[in-house]
């Protein structure tokens, strides 16, 4: 069976959004992987027990994750239950200031559901898109390679 990964994000504006199409275009360098980049608004329970790795990229507002990416969690919490213990993760955080109270909510969320982190949260500040569009390719193909090999 193919492994698929899941870019789950959200977006107010393009900035993060911009990041999550970066680190598609990344994971799509390796062949072996599906990869399905979508909102979290559009994203089912379904959609993620259908993948075996994820990344979760939101600006951070209010000092937390967006509003549409806590939905998902809340939506998906008890339906999943511990059906995603063990499958990697990694986050990707834009801010205008300071971007750890999101990353501090999601990794909080994460360890509930018993995802495992194969990567430190990068927070990107909102001025800096262009400059980490490489770095967000360079996550994606981690994952995807990691997914593929086995490494994770
Ligand atoms: C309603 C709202 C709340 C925000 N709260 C924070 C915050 O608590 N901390 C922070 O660093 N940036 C905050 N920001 C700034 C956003 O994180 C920043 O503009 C980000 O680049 C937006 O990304 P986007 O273009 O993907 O929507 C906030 C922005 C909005 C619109």
Redesign the pocket.
């Known amino acids: 069976m193919q492994s698929r990964l899941l870019i789950v ?11 999550a199409s970066a680190a598609m275009a990344g994971a799509q360098t390796c062949l072996e992987i599906e990869v399905h980049c979508q909102r979290a608004a559009a994203t089912s329970v379904d959609d993620l027990l259908a993948a075996h790795g994820y990344l979760f ?8 994750m ?1 509003g549409m990416l806590k939905d998902l969690f809340e939506r998906a919490y008890y339906p999943i239950g511990d059906r995603l213990a063990g499958r990697p993760y990694a986050c990707v ?7 750890q ?2 990353v501090q909510g999601i990794e909080r969320i994460a360890r509930g559901l018993g995802l495992k982190k194969v990567q430190e949260a990068s927070i ?4 800096q ?1 262009e400059l980490n569009r490489q770095n967000c390719e360079e996550l994606g193909a981690t994952l995807a390679f990691g997914l593929t090999s086995g490494l994770f």
């Open positions: 994000y959200h977006s107010h504006g393009w900035r993060t959004e911009a990041l990229a939101t600006p951070e507002c209010f000092g937390g967006s955080v834009v801010a205008g200031q300071d971007g109270g999101a990107v500040p909102s001025d898109i």
